[in-house]
């Protein structure tokens, strides 16, 4: 007979809310009695389910990949880079629907700027960063090789370009920015395409 006590919670609504917390309020800015309060849990069941904080925050991180963020890898997968970037920032303002506290990326703002003990945090958020600045790359370079994007055009740069602002339409997001600016500020960055 196993021992110990049951969970009495659902770990996927707790991971859930978990994300809400931290996506509004940033690795740092989220505390203990905040999370496992929006969790529905106390502390013990918090690091028996989930570990430490910034294990949770891993996971909360993973969950908003595959779920809010997945947008992404349809986007990317349109027949034309362009459409994949329009798809891009068209997905991320969707995204901001009906939000009324996590508005923005966890990716960008989760610790942009944070103390030392979220040091690992904020490097791992940074090389997530850089790593969906290289996937824009070889989306693009993909492109150039079909035809779809003229030959010389800096892939690099051009992926460094989308991700800046898509940054960019994120800090805007958690400022409050209506939909429909974000929409004409997305429409203006596609006029800078190459043709």
């Known amino acids: 007979m196993p021992s110990g006590r049951v969970r009495q919670f659902d770990a996927d609504v707790a991971l859930d809310r978990a994300l809400e917390v931290f996506w509004a309020r940033g690795y740092e800015g989220a505390t203990l009695p905040e999370l496992t309060k929006a969790m529905g849990i106390n502390r013990p069941s918090l690091y028996a389910a ?6 949770l925050f891993r996971k909360a991180l993973d969950r908003y990949q595959t779920g809010p963020m997945s947008f992404l890898t349809e986007a990317l997968n349109k027949p ?20 009324e ?20 945090v ?16 070889k989306r693009f370079e993909s492109a150039v090789e ?37 929409r004409l500020v997305a429409a203006m960055a596609m006029g800078a395409w190459p043709t």
């Open 80 to 99: 034309t880079a362009r459409a994949a970037a329009e798809a891009i920032f068209s997905g991320f303002i969707d995204m901001q629907r009906n939000r």
């Open 122 to 137: 904020r490097q791992e958020l940074a090389q997530l960063r850089q790593s969906i600045v290289a996937v824009f790359r």
């Open 146 to 182: 079909d035809g779809d994007l003229p030959k010389g055009t800096d892939c690099a740069t051009l992926g460094r370009y989308v991700a800046t602002v898509l940054g960019g339409l994120a800090v805007q997001a958690a400022s409050g920015t209506p939909e429909k600016e974000l």
């Open 50 to 55: 989930f570990g430490n904080k910034e294990q």
């Open 101 to 120: 506290k996590a508005r923005g990326c966890l990716i960008v703002s989760g610790a942009l700027a944070s103390g030392e003990e979220a040091e690992t």
